[in-house]
């Protein structure tokens, strides 16, 4: 893997560890609570998390089969991914696109989440282990509404991304009906 995408990868995956680590200390009631009826809970939040890096997935991996024929980014990728991570970083709630929703059950085991995570992860590194220096730059990666980016410009979606909802699940563990542990 090249050394600047390792950085990135490793830091992904350092956030994606942290944040199994503190909900794995939440109970089954705690994981599954939604503060309202139309409220993701926090096991719903990682169930959207897996889905986006699964449609990021398979989108890459399609691009990738072709990638000397894919478009280098350019300046306006720069901007629409500096605009992109700094409207995540907003305290702003939004609904995420609908090509980013998965179907939302009403009860997740922790377990089954974090397995297919790590799952998901092994993917995107196999991804990132097939990227030579030329790669990095064609546009592989399709968010669903700001458009196509780089693996530079991905991971730092991936990153902002989970941040994002490290916030929602601050949110959610705020709530006052909260269960107790």
């Given at each position: 893997m090249?050394?600047?995408?390792?950085?990135?990868?490793t830091?992904?995956?350092?956030q994606?560890r942290?944040?199994?680590?503190?909900?794995?200390k939440?109970?089954?009631?705690?994981?599954?609570?939604?503060?309202?009826?139309?409220?993701?809970?926090?096991?719903?939040?990682l169930?959207?998390l897996?889905y986006a890096e699964?449609?990021?997935?398979?989108?890459?991996?399609k691009?990738?089969?072709?990638v000397?024929?894919e478009?280098?980014?350019?300046?306006?990728?720069v901007?629409?991914?500096?605009?992109?991570?700094?409207?995540?970083?907003l305290?702003v709630?939004?609904?995420a696109?609908?090509?980013?929703?998965?179907?939302?059950e009403?009860?997740?085991i922790f377990?089954?989440?974090?397995?297919?995570?790590?799952?998901?992860?092994?993917e995107?590194?196999?991804?990132?282990d097939?990227?030579?220096?030329?790669?990095?730059?064609k546009?592989?990666?399709?968010?669903?509404?700001?458009?196509?980016?780089?693996?530079?410009?991905?991971?730092?979606f991936?990153?902002?991304?989970?941040?994002?909802?490290?916030?929602?699940i601050?949110?959610?563990?705020?709530?006052?009906?909260f269960?107790?542990?």
């Amino acid at each position: 893997m090249i050394v600047p995408v390792e950085k990135k990868f490793t830091k992904i995956e350092e956030q994606r560890r942290k944040l199994l680590e503190e909900i794995s200390k939440l109970t089954h009631e705690q994981q599954n609570f939604k503060p309202a009826p139309e409220s993701w809970s926090i096991a719903q939040v990682l169930n959207h998390l897996i889905y986006a890096e699964t449609n990021s997935v398979k989108y890459m991996q399609k691009k990738l089969q072709g990638v000397a024929a894919e478009p280098k980014s350019g300046i306006k990728e720069v901007f629409r991914s500096i605009m992109l991570n700094m409207f995540l970083r907003l305290p702003v709630k939004y609904k995420a696109p609908k090509a980013a929703l998965p179907v939302q059950e009403e009860v997740y085991i922790f377990e089954n989440l974090k397995t297919q995570w790590e799952g998901i992860r092994a993917e995107i590194k196999k991804i990132l282990d097939q990227l030579d220096a030329a790669s990095t730059e064609k546009l592989i990666f399709k968010h669903p509404i700001v458009g196509k980016f780089n693996i530079y410009q991905t991971m730092s979606f991936l990153v902002e991304h989970i941040e994002h909802h490290k916030k929602q699940i601050g949110r959610i563990k705020a709530e006052r009906a909260f269960p107790a542990a």
